[in-house]
T-cell receptor
Framework: GESVGLHLPTLSVQEGDNSIINCAYSNSASDYFIWYKQESGKGPQFIIDIRSNMDKRQGQRVTVLLNKTVKHLSLQIAATQPGDSAVYFCAEKSSGSGNTGKLIFGQGTTLQVKP | KAGVTQTPRYLIKTRGQQVTLSCSPISGHRSVSWYQQTPGQGLQFLFEYFSETQRNKGNFPGRFSGRQFSNSRSEMNVSTLELGDSALYLC????????????FGSGTQLSVL
């Protein structure tokens, strides 16, 4: 069935280092992927998204990589800052679900940035 | 432009009661989706509304319902509350059905005692 999972529940990095958060998905029919950041007491905040016809997409300090062969998604954060500390979720949308607002979310990875 | 607004921010109810949560989408956004977030199950899709019509529904019992008004504002209702309904309820909006990116509100934290 559909499931999106992250490899590690918690990731601890030093301030200034690069962070890599991984996500595995099982639905090969998924055609859209998105990363969200959720800080304590707030709702998920959009970081970056990517469609299945792309392998890589870059934003400001963030890069998303998509490997459809092994159904793997990763979020790279350059020069991690204390403000990046949050829970990060990957989510997918199946091409079979049409233009629905239904996203399938992973369980989340908590990123801790040490000063 | 104001973000997605959800009210109330916190709610405490007892078992058997019902509750109504409100969501105002970003101005101009016509689609509203609702999600339930719990530590154990994560974020799970409840339903989506567009043009006052429910377009899709997740795997939740009929106690969970919603509606959307002509101004795109949405409400969700949970009847006969159970302890397991304690969760953060998140509302998300998007401009139209061709845009997959959801913009979330800060949620309503519901505690059922």
């Amino acid at each position: 069935g559909e499931s999106v999972g992250l490899h590690l529940p918690t990731l601890s990095v030093q301030e200034g280092d690069n962070s890599i958060i991984n996500c595995a998905y099982s639905n090969s029919a998924s055609d859209y992927f998105i990363w969200y950041k959720q800080e304590s007491g707030k709702g998920p905040q959009f970081i970056i998204d990517i469609r299945s016809n792309m392998d890589k997409r870059q934003g400001q300090r963030v890069t998303v990589l998509l490997n459809k062969t092994v159904k793997h998604l990763s979020l790279q954060i350059a020069a991690t800052q204390p403000g990046d500390s949050a829970v990060y979720f990957c989510a997918e949308k199946s091409s079979g679900s049409g233009n629905t607002g239904k996203l399938i979310f992973g369980q989340g990875t908590t990123l801790q940035v040490k000063p | 432009k104001a973000g997605v607004t959800q009210t109330p921010r916190y709610l405490i109810k007892t078992r058997g009661q019902q509750v109504t949560l409100s969501c105002s989408p970003i101005s101009g956004h016509r689609s509203v989706s609702w999600y339930q977030q719990t530590p154990g199950q994560g974020l799970q899709f409840l339903f989506e509304y567009f043009s006052e019509t429910q377009r899709n529904k997740g795997n939740f019992p009929g106690r969970f319902s919603g509606r959307q008004f002509s101004n795109s504002r949405s409400e969700m209702n949970v009847s006969t509350l159970e302890l397991g309904d304690s969760a953060l309820y998140l509302c998300a909006s998007r401009p139209h059905l061709d845009n997959e990116k959801l913009f979330f509100g800060s949620g309503t934290q519901l505690s059922v005692l």
